[in-house]
């Protein structure tokens, strides 16, 4: 949006997503009702640069509305490119998502929002805790990860930011890629990355000059190599899993002090 400087803060956006039928003018999130928390409040999903709201529709289908909190650098053309090249791919991977450019009023200005397709799955990590000893199930997800990056690599995309919290799998065993801030599509090539992905799964030395159809390859080994090694020995997440942690197997100390490495020494 041309001229913003500041955006509003997650609870500015609360508070605006009382009222849809003010808040917004898409003909399916106005009127629609919001999600609420404990205090019934509209609830928010808070992340590095935007909160995210659940929205019933008017149209009858549930989309994710994510408000954004700080400015995101060339933010209309990079979702205008994703969106180009989105349109072309008709992959299962793929979530259906439109950006609005003034998608939500909010302390009265408007703000752009990107809605996006609700879907009803579970991430990553604790899909990967409640199957642990099912090694055909284990086996089986890491080849459809594999089959997943293969597919972007095909299309000149990549993510950007592949990491648990940003994979899903449906209840029929499909996976489902979530957060196109940061994807790569060709059109996007002179810009440069707006986020270095999720320290766990990134190369220490990924900068924001690191930008093109290949930046996922260090993050999908990381990935790839978890599920395929939980697949063989489930007790590695008992070894190096911790309650509460931001990751699979591998973290950035791993990385950056190959000597001390836990993964290393387990792998």
């Known amino acids: 949006m041309a001229g913003v400087i500041s955006y509003p803060t997650g609870l500015d956006y609360q508070q605006a997503l009382y009222n849809t039928d003010v808040a917004f003018r898409d003909p399916a999130l106005r009127g629609g009702a919001p999600v609420l928390n404990q205090l019934a409040m509209p609830k928010a999903i808070g992340g590095n640069f935007a909160s995210v ?17 700080r400015p995101v650098p060339d933010l209309s053309l990079r979702y205008e490119q994703v969106s180009k090249a989105l349109n072309r791919v008709t992959s299962p991977w793929k979530v259906e998502f439109r950006y609005l450019q003034d998608g939500v009023l909010c302390q009265g200005q408007r703000y752009p929002v990107l ?5 009803e799955a579970t991430s990553l990590l604790p899909f990967v805790e409640a199957h642990l000893w099912d090694q055909e199930t284990m086996a089986g997800l890491a080849e459809k990860f594999g089959d997943l990056v293969r597919d972007l ?7 950007g930011d592949l990491q ?6 449906t209840p029929a065993g499909e996976l ?11 059109g996007l090539d002179g810009l440069g990355a707006s986020e270095l992905g999720h320290p766990n799964y990134q190369s220490p030395l990924r900068t ?3 930008w093109g159809p290949d930046i996922d390859r260090f993050s999908a080994w990381v990935i790839y190599t978890s599920l395929a090694a939980l ?14 942690d931001e990751t699979l197997l591998f973290h950035k100390s791993d990385f950056t002090d190959h000597d001390s490495s836990r993964m290393r020494y387990a792998l």
């Open 53 to 69: 709201f659940t929205i019933d529709g008017t149209d009858g289908h549930r989309w994710a509305v994510k408000c954004f909190t």
């Open 115 to 119: 809605k996006m397709e609700w879907v």
């Open 153 to 159: 690599s095909r299309h000149g995309i990549a993510h």
């Open 164 to 169: 648990h919290g940003n994979i899903l799998v």
């Open 176 to 186: 489902k890629l979530i957060d196109y801030d940061g994807m790569y599509v060709p």
């Open 208 to 210: 924001k000059d690191t």
């Open 231 to 244: 697949a063989v020995d489930p007790l590695l997440w008992r070894a190096l899993h911790v309650d509460g």
